[in-house]
């Protein structure tokens, strides 16, 4: 393993007092820049310090993302988190053992190699100890540039082993450790009022939003904030001056919250002040929605080379010379969105002239500018701190609800200020993710070999997360500060050129074929899409493993030995051999009415982790349902930190691609998002989850590999295959919804 | 001033209007467990014990609740909330875990009828529950395991 990778973050952040320190009562603090988004790096983090610096894992106390504190590692994202943190974690607390093991030496006369540590005793060997509290008093003041030994894999206790869940029984038990739990003292509440469609702007009158906030009571007497100079103090404190709990209105040009002492009192007076607010204007094109509309609307296209976009532009199409035959297809996924449970919550609170923002961003570090800028504080003033969340699964509303905090705790001063997204909010206003198609073709030669291949994805942004864009650029990419009195422009997506990234991770297929063609086509989409689970993996998988399946077919091959035949990467061929042996083969026992089976395989981006799942699916022909029974996954992501954990996070990715394939997919109309509820935009139950087998190949000297989004490609693949297996329908359009099923199926007759 | 609501064996002052949802209510009680998914009683998250029955509470206005409310705060204390949490968390059955305690109400309520569920009743009641991290096969396992009926 390279230097480069052993260090992790590190690279960014090589002081050691950032990652580790030492406090008197014994804890040993470790501190990260990766969110815990419930992938568990809390305890795959403890585990690794535990091993490293020989302590009990109770000992340790894991404190997340926080702007000027924790170390900076930009965001957590992209199956990043053990590669970069741990990795990071790893090597610190190997550099922060050896430090403390030279005090030790000093103070206690006795050579390094005759110490030995216990739970974080030093002993020497006369009996004399020290512990890491006092030995760590001192800051480390050291920073960490080259990798040092560190424990050896068979003295690991817990890495590689696992412990439970540090972060599980608390919440389970409900214990207040969400952000949107966060009781600060004084805390108020507000809610932020959405326009009806984007782009709509609010035309209600002040002195009229004046009249209805005041009707907002009983029980109490309402103020509005509608200009600052126009605060009433008088209805905001009783008249023994403490605050009377009244119902306050905050305006900045479209932008309006509620705020109340109770989070009911603002719940109440937002949904009645919501009903009385007039708008005008805004509105979006919903045909762009429809996947079968993306190649029309090209904007750019990039040739993709090893994974990467590079400049160049695209080669003209393959003529597949030489091959035998020529095969074709066409894969498409729709807009789908995040779908949290829990909707976007923040905290904001100005005390003085500092502001703390307390959130479930993925990125702190990019959010404190992001906010720093609308806002026109300057960046040192705002303090960001991550809190955990209900699950995200990439860029949704969680940004732009600390935003609505922040304008409403800048606005009402001196007091914490909590927020949370309505349901119809998150699914009407975070960003969504992508509609994407794509266009296969491949030659095969007389002998079944692949002798070409071509990749056109057409993919509208992945990359919209907040940014920086530079002082009095007023652009951002938060949602609220565009319904400003003096709004920000909503920026162009980012660009995606770097390797894997948004719309061609994984477009570069990972089979050995003599000649290949990818081009990146980038379409703008209709409503704001960004990051979610997997990227355009998702898709690029879903197309290229069914396509493979297609293709063993054609070749007269079955889809097991035709994707052996095409991978040179043993560790690839053994994640397929093993998830088919898991499942004890592609034909499922029965006999007329036997479900269906289907394998696909991906490594993610390429380099990370490597994951085959089979799906076993059962097609209800009358009605079109498919349903997913069980499903067999196999992985090697290099070493395991935490076996559980991986299991879990690969498990979970099975769950939820699944719903996307089977389930999912957000419709728009003129006045953007129509399904904003669960009703209507439905997610697997619990009756129709499947059951699961997971294999890990445990690789202890080979360095870990990212695994958080690997199985979701794979599993929609896997699903597709099935279905063609027990039907002879091949569908290549999702949602594979039942009335889909049954048009394919009656096609085939 | 304000309404009387028992809750968790002791009766309290809600400063609330009676239209006010009980979820609200309880959450500026300071109870948080029960937390907000939808609105709609279709997540599960913001699900309590009025009387003996499992109830959104988003779907409850304060005015009209009659019977005593237990939320997970005091029911993780009985016998049947630790062999629930024990199950659930035995087996790191969730990921964000934001549906669990929902989840974990619906379960003990199971947990306290004399006769285990079967299967089908147990999905069913699980079904008023959603879970985006995908973690159903993995709860329902801990389900099993702490009712002792349907299918292992």
Redesign the interface.
């Known amino acids: 393993m390279s230097d480069r990778l052993r260090l992790g973050s590190l690279a960014l952040e090589p002081d050691l007092d950032r990652w580790v320190a030492l406090e008197p009562d014994g804890t040993v603090v470790v501190r990260t820049g990766k969110a815990e988004?419930?992938?568990?790096i809390r305890t795959a983090l403890t585990a690794v310090a535990a091993d490293e610096l020989g302590v009990d894992p109770a000992r340790i106390r894991v404190e997340g993302p926080a702007t000027g504190t924790a170390p900076n590692e930009l965001i957590t994202a992209g199956s990043g988190s053990i590669e970069q943190s741990v990795m990071a974690l790893r090597q610190a607390c190997a550099h922060a053992r050896h430090i403390l093991l030279a005090r030790a030496a000093e103070r206690l006369g006795a050579p390094v190699q005759e110490l030995s540590v216990d739970d974080g005793t030093v002993r020497a060997p006369d009996g004399a100890s020290a512990s890491y509290a006092e030995l760590g008093a001192e800051p480390f003041d050291h920073r960490v540039t080259e990798p040092i030994e560190t424990v050896p894999i068979s003295a690991r206790r817990w890495s590689g082993h696992g412990l439970?869940?540090v972060?599980?029984?608390a919440?389970?038990?409900?214990?207040?450790v969400?952000v949107?739990?966060l009781?600060l003292p004084g805390l108020r509440h507000a809610r932020v009022l959405r326009p009806p469609r984007p782009g709509a702007r609010l035309t209600t009158a002040d002195a009229e939003l004046r009249d209805l906030a005041a009707a907002l009571g009983?029980?109490e007497r309402a103020r509005t904030g509608v200009d600052d100079s126009d605060v009433d103090d008088r209805g905001a404190r009783g008249s023994d001056g403490e605050p009377a709990?009244g119902v306050d209105v905050v305006r900045d040009g479209s932008v309006v919250a509620v705020v109340a002492d109770?989070?009911?009192?603002a719940?109440?007076a937002a949904e009645a002040l919501a009903r009385s607010l007039t708008w005008e204007g805004g509105g979006i094109d919903p045909a762009l929605a429809d996947p079968a509309t993306l190649e029309a609307r090209v904007t750019s296209s990039t040739a993709i080379v090893d994974g990467a976009a590079v400049e160049d532009r695209p080669a003209p199409p393959l003529e597949h010379t030489g091959a035998a035959q020529v095969v074709r297809a066409r894969y498409s996924k729709p807009l789908l969105l995040h779908?949290?449970?829990?909707?976007s919550a923040a905290v904001a609170h100005l005390d003085g002239d500092e502001l703390t923002v307390w959130t479930h961003s993925q990125g702190v570090e990019l959010l404190r500018p992001s906010l720093a800028e609308v806002l026109g504080l300057p960046a040192e003033r705002v303090r960001v701190v991550h809190v955990?969340?209900?699950?995200c699964?990439g860029h949704n509303g969680a940004d732009d609800v600390a935003l609505d905090a922040a304008l409403v705790a800048v606005a009402r001063p001196g007091r914490p200020v909590a927020v949370?997204w309505?349901?119809d909010d998150e699914h009407g206003w975070e960003p969504a993710a992508p509609a994407m198609a794509v266009d296969l073709e491949a030659g095969l030669d007389e002998q079944g070999c692949i002798t070409s291949w071509q990749h056109d994805v057409y993919s509208q942004p992945h990359g919209a997360r907040p940014r920086p864009h530079g002082e009095g650029t007023r652009t951002s990419g938060l949602l609220a500060s565009w319904y400003r009195e003096q709004p920000f422009e909503q920026p162009a997506p980012w660009p995606v050129r770097g390797f894997h990234s948004g719309g061609h991770r994984n477009a570069d297929p990972y089979y050995d074929l003599p000649v290949r063609r990818v081009v990146h086509h980038q379409v703008p989409a209709p409503v704001r899409t960004s990051s979610t689970r997997s990227l355009g993996a998702f898709a690029n998988v879903f197309a290229i493993e069914s396509f493979v399946d297609e293709l063993a077919l054609a070749a007269g091959s079955d889809p097991v030995a035709f994707r052996l035949a095409h991978l040179g990467d043993r560790r690839a061929r053994e994640v397929i051999e093993a998830a088919v042996d898991l499942a004890g083969g592609l034909v499922a026992p029965g006999g007329l009415d036997a479900p269906g089976r289907g394998l696909a395989f991906a490594r993610y981006e390429n380099v990370k982790a490597y994951v085959a799942v089979v799906a076993e699916v059962e097609v209800v022909a009358r009605t079109g349902e498919v349903r997913l029974r069980r499903a067999w996954i196999a992985a090697d992501a290099g070493e395991v930190i935490d076996p559980?954990?991986l299991a879990?996070?690969l498990?979970?990715?099975?769950?939820?691609a699944?719903?996307w394939t089977l389930k999912e997919q957000l419709e728009l109309g003129p006045d953007g998002v129509r399904n904003r509820?669960?009703?209507s935009y439905p997610?697997?139950?619990?009756?129709e989850?499947?059951?699961?087998e997971t294999r890990l190949l445990d690789r202890p000297s080979e360095r870990p590999l990212g695994a958080g989004e690997a199985s979701t490609g794979p599993t929609a693949a896997a699903i597709a295959n099935a279905v063609h297996q027990a039907t002879g329908a091949r569908i290549r359009d999702l949602p594979l919804r039942p009335d889909r099923v049954r048009r394919a199926l009656t096609d085939l007759l | 001033?304000g309404l009387p609501l028992e809750v968790n064996g002791a009766t309290r002052e809600v400063?609330?209007?009676p239209?006010?949802?009980l979820l609200?209510?309880l959450?500026?009680l300071?109870l948080?467990?029960?937390?907000?998914?939808?609105?709609?009683d279709?997540?599960g998250?913001c699900r309590v014990l009025v009387g003996d029955a499992p109830v959104a509470s988003c779907q409850v206005a304060l005015g009209d609740v009659t019977a005593p409310v237990s939320?997970?705060?005091a029911l993780?204390d009985t016998p049947e909330g630790e062999r629930v949490?024990t199950a659930?968390?035995?087996i790191?059955a969730?990921?964000?875990?934001?549906?669990?305690?929902g989840i974990?109400v619906t379960l003990i309520h199971l947990a306290r009828r004399t006769s285990p569920p079967d299967e089908e009743e147990l999905?069913?009641a699980?079904?008023a529950?959603?879970?985006?991290?995908?973690?159903?096969?993995?709860?329902?396992r801990a389900a099993r395991q702490a009712l002792g009926g349907g299918r292992q």
Not at chain 1, 388 to 391: H, R, Y
Not at chain 1, 651 to 656: D, H, I, T
Not at chain 2, 94 to 101: S, V
Not at chain 2, 129 to 140: K, T
């Open positions: 988004l419930g992938q568990g439970p869940r972060d599980l029984t919440k389970i038990r409900g214990e207040p969400f949107h739990d009781r009983p029980p709990g109770r989070e009911g009192d719940v109440v779908g949290s449970i829990g909707p955990d969340g209900a699950g699964y949370q309505s349901r559980d954990g879990n996070q498990e979970g990715g099975v769950v939820q699944a719903s509820d669960w009703e997610i697997l139950r619990f009756s989850a499947p059951l699961l | 001033m400063p609330a209007r239209d006010t949802p609200w209510a959450r500026d300071g948080t467990a029960a937390k907000y998914g939808c609105g709609a279709r997540c998250s939320t997970l705060e993780v949490v659930l968390a035995g790191n969730g990921q964000c875990a934001y549906c669990l305690p974990a999905l069913r699980l079904d529950h959603l879970c985006r991290c995908g973690s159903q096969p993995r709860i329902l």
